[in-house]
T-cell receptor
Framework: KAGVTQTPRYLIKTRGQQVTLSCSPI?????VSWYQQTPGQGLQFLFE???????NKGNFPGRFSGRQFSNSRSEMNVSTLELGDSALYLC??????????????FGPGTRLLVL | AQKVTQAQTEISVVEKEDVTLDCVYE???????LFWYKQPPSGELVFLIR??????QNEISGRYSWNFQKSTSSFNFTITASQVVDSAVYFC??????????????FGGGTRVLVKP
């Protein structure tokens, strides 16, 4: 079974631009979560989607948004990019048979650099 | 609110030495789930183990072992006879066990393990 895939793998943007990152979960997985990893703040939860609905959201500004499609694929969008948005963005998927503390499997990440 | 603390930021060992990574967590829930992930230089987080709060049995998987102690809110991880390929950053994480939490993971700061030949 193929793992979680994320595109693009690397991205360079300038301040003020917006960016869309894509994530394809493991086949059959219905929950997709996004995390931001930076040297200063570590790994932080952005949001989780299940059945095309946002189930949980982390403490990030409204510039960060996401969505999930009917095939469970997910996108996240960051508008009006700031230098501090430079990070590794990780997507994770889980089967979600119970919706409680399920194991999440991570993709390789998208490394975003904001200049 | 939940919190995960990995006090050791970096550990350096020589190959074949054992290394223990500490993880201490805080949560008000009686039901919760604990995880360990490995992040090699490639960046992808690799799942190692999941434990629920009702299962305090220690576990051994090859050279890896885990010691879960609810009394001290700790979930420590030991690599026996370390190898160079074990060099990576290891993260401990917590997921709370109520519906609204979903599968949200709260991560510790990570421990970088460097195994020298």
């Amino acid at each position: 079974k193929a793992g979680v895939t994320q595109t693009p793998r690397y991205l360079i943007k300038t301040r003020g631009q917006q960016v869309t990152l894509s994530c394809s979960p493991i086949s059959g997985h219905r929950s997709v979560s996004w995390y931001q990893q930076t040297p200063g703040q570590g790994l932080q939860f952005l949001f989780e989607y299940f059945s095309e609905t946002q189930r949980n959201k982390g403490n990030f500004p409204g510039r960060f948004s996401g969505r999930q499609f009917s095939n469970s694929r997910s996108e996240m969008n960051v508008s009006t990019l700031e230098l501090g948005d430079s990070a590794l963005y990780l997507c994770a998927s889980s089967l979600d048979s119970s919706g409680l503390g399920e194991t999440q499997y991570f993709g390789p990440g998208t490394r975003l650099l904001v200049l | 609110a939940q919190k995960v603390t990995q006090a050791q930021t970096e550990i350096s060992v020589v190959e074949k030495e054992d290394v223990t990574l500490d993880c201490v967590y805080e949560t008000r829930d009686t039901t919760y789930y604990l995880f360990w992930y490995k992040q090699p230089p490639s960046g992808e987080l690799v799942f190692l183990i999941r434990r629920n709060s009702f299962d305090e049995q220690n576990e051994i998987s090859g050279r890896y072992s885990w010691n879960f102690q609810k009394s001290t809110s700790s979930f420590n991880f030991t690599i026996t006879a370390s190898q160079v390929v074990d060099s990576a950053v290891y993260f401990c994480a917590l997921s709370e066990g109520f519906k609204a939490a979903g599968n949200k993971l709260t991560f510790g700061g990570g421990t970088r393990v460097l195994v020298k030949p």
